[in-house]
């Protein structure tokens, strides 16, 4: 008989540290929403920025969001990575203005509107949506 041996991880984090990241994250996101609707991100940053936003509030998932735990992994892990993506294509000077202004949103604003990434949502759909119907055609 064969037996594999998996080693687990353990990884503990509080929970007042883990909700300060996930505010990171939402704060970031907010901040390059706003970077993007002045239009100071050059063309590649803009793109990324536009696909970030709308994967986050695309309805559809790599990994659905009804799988306990690993339904948010993929928000978890692909969003601070184009966060951070887009973090190095952007001038600090930039990123730091609208880090602020994000800040500046969250407390005033009740509700963000994401006209932009319901938009881009829409569009990053057809699109895939066009280039799947002319691959099987």
């Not at 503990?12 to 300060?20: A, D, H, I, S």
């Not at 952007?90 to 880090?99: C, D, G």
Request: hydrophobic share 55%; proline share 6%; net charge positive.
């Amino acid at each position: 008989m064969i037996t594999t041996f998996l080693p687990t991880f353990k990884i503990t984090l509080p929970r007042k540290q883990l909700r300060k990241i996930i505010a990171n994250i939402f704060t970031s996101v907010i901040a390059y929403w706003l970077a993007l609707k002045a239009r100071s991100l050059g063309v590649l940053a803009t793109v990324i920025t536009c696909l970030m936003i709308s994967y986050a509030l695309s309805p559809i998932d790599l990994i659905p969001d009804v799988i306990p735990i690993l339904g948010y992994l993929d928000e978890l892990l692909i969003i601070p990575v184009l966060i951070g993506l887009i973090r190095s294509l952007t001038p600090l000077s930039i990123t730091e203005k609208y880090q602020a202004l994000a800040k500046d949103y969250l407390k005033t604003q009740t509700k963000p509107k994401f006209k932009l990434g319901i938009i881009a949502v829409l569009i990053t759909w057809a699109l895939l949506g066009y280039f799947a119907l002319s691959i099987l055609s």
